[in-house]
């Protein structure tokens, strides 16, 4: 059994908030400091499956990716899907702590995630914010695959190698793929600076129509691996580190990685 906030020291070194973005929401949403924490489940969400499975193994904590309050609240409605979580992780005193933007950015975290599962060498900064003159980090990776690759033959690889059961395309004709950017989760707001960096694909989700066709006046390659398919790898690993980070500091935890959690999306 440890506490609470020896957990929020282990995710503040795993991805230190100061990486996150201003806009940002993550730490710990739900709970105390001083609570005596036994079991924890990560996953990508506190989804309303997610929640039922804390209470059923008994967790006493979730640490998520996204956070499950992002916006201010001005109403607690126990009616509505926010105010119904709140009420079942206060009334089973489930702490929740997220790590959003921030392991996004973080070594390790989730972009480094990505690049290792398709194949991303030599990785490099890619999409950069800043506060105050200083450079922050990166919330993408640009690197380079060992072999070029025909764009067909690489898009397949993003989707063999990410929980998706497709991918979507978008060809700017035969240009082979060597470098490569992306960002995890909705990146389409950095094509622009993808193509303008070299890129011969970009790899990232919630793609929409005009981003596609800015890409492909542009010469390169895209691929929309989804939203969930880009982000959710990152659990499994933030499970390790996590264990690893306690055991390093001689404290040990049940921890849990949520293995059922699907996309929104399916193809018909």
Same mark, same amino acid.
């Given at each position: 059994?440890?506490?609470?906030?020896?957990?929020?020291?282990?995710?503040?070194?795993?991805?230190?908030? $100061?990486?996150? /973005? @201003?806009?940002?929401?993550?730490?710990?949403?739900?709970?105390?400091?001083?609570?005596?924490?036994?079991?924890?489940?990560?996953?990508?969400?506190?989804?309303?499956?997610?929640? @039922?499975?804390? &209470?059923?193994?008994?967790? #006493?904590?979730?640490?998520?990716?996204? +956070?499950?309050?992002?916006?201010?609240?001005?109403?607690? $409605?126990?009616?509505?899907?926010?105010?119904?979580?709140?009420?079942?992780?206060?009334?089973?005193?489930?702490?929740?702590?997220?790590?959003?933007?921030?392991? #996004?950015?973080?070594?390790?975290?989730?972009?480094?995630?990505?690049? @290792?599962?398709?194949?991303?060498?030599?990785?490099?900064?890619?999409?950069?914010?800043?506060?105050?003159?200083?450079?922050?980090?990166?919330?993408? $990776?640009?690197?380079?695959?060992?072999?070029?690759? +025909?764009?067909? @033959?690489?898009? $397949?690889?993003?989707?063999?190698?990410? +929980?998706?059961?497709?991918?979507?395309?978008?060809?700017?004709?035969?240009?082979?793929?060597?470098?490569?950017?992306?960002?995890?989760?909705?990146?389409? /707001?950095? *094509?622009?600076?993808?193509?303008?960096?070299?890129? #011969?694909?970009?790899?990232?989700?919630?793609?929409?129509?005009? #981003?596609?066709?800015?890409? *492909?006046?542009?010469?390169?390659? &895209?691929?929309?691996?989804?939203?969930?398919?880009? /982000?959710?790898?990152?659990?499994?690993?933030?499970?390790?580190?996590?264990?690893? /980070?306690?055991?390093?500091?001689?404290?040990?935890?049940?921890?849990?990685?949520?293995?059922?959690?699907?996309?929104?999306?399916? *193809?018909?």
């Amino acid at each position: 059994m440890v506490k609470c906030q020896e957990i929020m020291d282990a995710m503040e070194r795993i991805a230190p908030r $100061r990486l996150a /973005e @201003e806009w940002d929401n993550p730490g710990l949403l739900v709970g105390s400091p001083l609570q005596e924490i036994q079991k924890i489940l990560v996953c990508l969400d506190v989804s309303d499956a997610v929640l @039922e499975k804390a &209470v059923r193994i008994g967790a #006493d904590m979730i640490v998520s990716h996204h +956070p499950l309050i992002f916006q201010p609240i001005r109403k607690l $409605r126990t009616d509505l899907p926010l105010g119904r979580r709140l009420q079942k992780l206060l009334a089973h005193d489930i702490a929740v702590l997220a790590a959003h933007t921030n392991l #996004d950015i973080a070594k390790g975290g989730v972009n480094d995630v990505l690049a @290792e599962r398709i194949g991303l060498e030599r990785l490099e900064p890619f999409a950069v914010n800043g506060r105050d003159g200083e450079a922050a980090g990166s919330l993408g $990776r640009i690197g380079r695959l060992a072999v070029s690759l +025909p764009i067909g @033959e690489f898009a $397949r690889r993003v989707r063999d190698a990410l +929980p998706v059961s497709h991918v979507r395309l978008i060809s700017a004709g035969d240009r082979p793929v060597s470098k490569v950017a992306l960002c995890s989760g909705s990146g389409a /707001e950095f *094509v622009g600076k993808a193509a303008s960096l070299g890129a #011969d694909a970009y790899v990232t989700g919630d793609v929409r129509y005009h #981003d596609a066709q800015h890409a *492909v006046e542009r010469g390169m390659h &895209v691929i929309d691996a989804g939203h969930f398919g880009t /982000e959710f790898p990152v659990v499994a690993v933030l499970k390790e580190r996590l264990e690893q /980070e306690l055991a390093e500091q001689g404290r040990t935890v049940e921890i849990v990685e949520d293995k059922a959690s699907t996309d929104f999306f399916t *193809v018909l």
